[in-house]
């Protein structure tokens, strides 16, 4: 019996090769391993890969997978174009997701221009337009930024809302810029910028500097309220109770009144408050 012709994913193109396609890029930084179930070739040198996988190994640091149903490559060209499900892990279990992004192979950075989620063990995250900078560590959104932090029960126990923000997960900290919206137990927190530090687990939040505006509802602890244009709030080891609150600026305090008083209100233009769970 004559062969049987092999099945086109396009006609158009003038190479097709399946079966695990392996590409090698090696770097003085990482190593990328490009794995595709199918190779597209097309004349002028683009390249189509579908069901493609981006391994990529950082000497001494997290390795990191990205996958997509496609990828796309102009000749010569070191940005990938992923389409269809795009997903990055990083071997410590923090994954990113989006429908579309980029993948430059000469910096490492993965862009994605619309909607983004990140997870790991109880964080969680969401926003619009993504930049992850692998190397650096560091995930940036660009709007509509929205973090949460859960305990082992699955509750949040923290919830951060802003325009821009920045995951630095080697440094441990989220930077929060654009009206700053925290809901953190009975607390409410607003401020125009901020910056959270978290666990090393990333887990738990251990302090949050407030900058512009900055005030904090229902602070608890004998506080009913706290305001200054800038403010500095430190957490105990379990992450929810207030132990330390700085207010630099036109700082004022409502403090809980006794039996059905009015409580008393401290104003100063710097205040520092030691509270007691």
Do not use: W
Request: hydrophobic share 35%.
């Amino acid at each position: 019996m004559p062969a049987t012709a092999p099945v086109r994913i396009d006609p158009k193109a003038i190479i097709e090769s399946s079966g695990n396609v392996v590409q090698q890029v090696r770097g003085t930084r990482q190593d990328y391993l490009i794995e595709a179930e199918r190779q597209l070739t097309y004349e002028g040198g683009a390249t189509k890969f579908v069901g493609v996988k981006i391994t990529v190994r950082n000497r001494g640091g997290r390795d990191y997978v990205v996958t997509g149903r496609e990828a796309q490559a102009g000749k010569n060209q070191k940005a990938l174009e992923l389409g269809g499900g795009v997903q990055l892990t990083a071997s410590d279990g923090f994954i990113v997701k989006a429908d579309t992004a980029t993948f430059n192979q000469d910096n490492g950075i993965m862009t994605a221009p619309g909607a983004v989620t990140f997870e790991r063990d109880r964080m969680t995250g969401s926003g619009t337009g993504m930049s992850c900078d692998k190397n650096a560590d560091v995930l940036s959104l660009a709007d509509q930024s929205h973090v949460s932090l859960r305990d082992e029960h699955g509750n949040v126990t923290m919830e951060f809302t802003s325009g821009k923000s920045i995951f630095d997960r080697m440094a441990h900290t989220l930077t929060l810029d654009g009206n700053v919206h925290a809901l953190h137990g009975q607390q409410v927190i607003d401020a125009m910028r901020g910056l959270g530090r978290l666990t090393e687990n990333e887990q738990h939040i251990t302090d949050i500097e407030l900058q512009g505006n900055s005030r904090v509802a229902a602070g608890g602890s004998g506080v009913d309220s706290m305001s200054a244009r800038d403010m500095n709030l430190h957490y105990a080891k379990d992450g929810e109770s207030l132990e330390h609150a700085q207010l630099l600026g036109a700082g004022a305090v409502a403090l809980t009144g006794q039996n059905g008083a009015p409580g008393r209100q401290v104003l100063g233009e710097t205040l520092d408050l030691a509270t007691r769970a």
